[in-house]
């Protein structure tokens, strides 16, 4: 930049900065939970809601969880939040679907799973809930979304909830207050590594 | 999808996508540590980080953390991963550079920061790290990127690193095993939202 090389220049354009944050913090002053969404075909969708979570009871707060793909690439995330009173963790009763083959029990599972959701998101002493890959589920047509989308709008107005997974609704994304899209630019086990225990699974 | 309609093609097209992945899984055989970048304009990029994080405490595992960037956005995860005496939590001493607006301040920071950095990177009891922000600090020059990528590139074997921050150097993209892009849709903030403890904060 060549900022760098002008303390002055660098100074004014810090301070430029500093205006545009300062003045955006100053607008944002409607106070409520959001509904945030983490889709796209890279890493981190999941794994970033399991970061909201940790920073939320970082506040206190009371967390709802439902997984609602048991992989083979949750064991560790699973392990670690169980060991919280304060957090409400359910995961879905199946595998992956292409593990398990079997439609109709995907379906119910996944509607087994939505009971569970759907208290959590009745529930205002949940600060946050996260609906992890959720967008899968409902991708498949396992929910029907205009049923998902009015559980959201009715929720408590301070309650916030993550909702993972790729190829999210149109009508989601819509919905949401955030959107993250995250994309893949490379993936280690794509290039023949082991995945990483404590990294990706 | 199509496939809804017909269980035959549905169980096929299943067996199809199980048979990839079991193909993949099997050529994943190198075992070593990953270096993953999480950069981009999006939300999601140091939550991730932090998700990580606490996948790897679910594994019993010893967790490395540097915080490049004190902001005001990292109260939660400090507060929350502080807790836990198998976390080497590291903050840098001075806040957003924005704020702080004094250049020799932030790179003499900076340096402290990556110092402690270079000992975790050393250390092979931890099995992670996470530099949070180190890419915004690499961005601004306040880090030579060739001494950053040596070190990294001599940690030990079973060691992984993650890497946030908008605007990776492309180099580090380059030396990556597992990069994801996070690309902001759209953001509660922007709309007018006062940012959420336990989402945002």
Request: cysteine-free; glycine content about 8%; hydrophobic content about 45%.
């Amino acid at each position: 930049m060549a900022e760098d090389h002008d303390p002055e220049a660098w100074r004014a354009a810090q301070a430029r900065k500093k205006r545009i944050v300062d003045e955006r913090v100053a607008r944002a002053t409607e106070d409520r939970g959001v509904l945030v969404v983490n889709t796209g075909n890279g890493k981190g969708k999941s794994t970033a809601g399991f970061g909201t979570v940790a920073r939320a009871l970082g506040h206190g707060f009371r967390v709802g969880v439902v997984q609602f793909i048991k992989g083979s690439f949750s064991t560790g995330e699973e392990a670690f939040f169980r060991r919280f009173p304060e957090v409400d963790y359910h995961v879905m009763g199946e595998g992956f679907t292409w593990e398990t083959q079997d439609r109709e029990r995907d379906v119910a599972a996944a509607e087994a799973a939505w009971q569970r959701a759907e208290a959590m998101l009745a529930d205002d002493t949940l600060q946050l809930v996260l609906l992890d890959e959720l967008n899968i589920v409902l991708d498949k047509g396992y929910l029907e979304l205009d049923r998902v989308l009015a559980v959201l709008q009715a929720r408590p107005r301070m309650q916030s909830v993550v909702v993972t997974g790729r190829r999210a609704p149109d009508a989601l994304i819509e919905a949401a207050d955030t959107v993250s899209w995250m994309k893949m630019v490379k993936h280690a086990f794509r290039a023949g590594v082991k995945a990483q225990k404590g990294v990706e699974l």
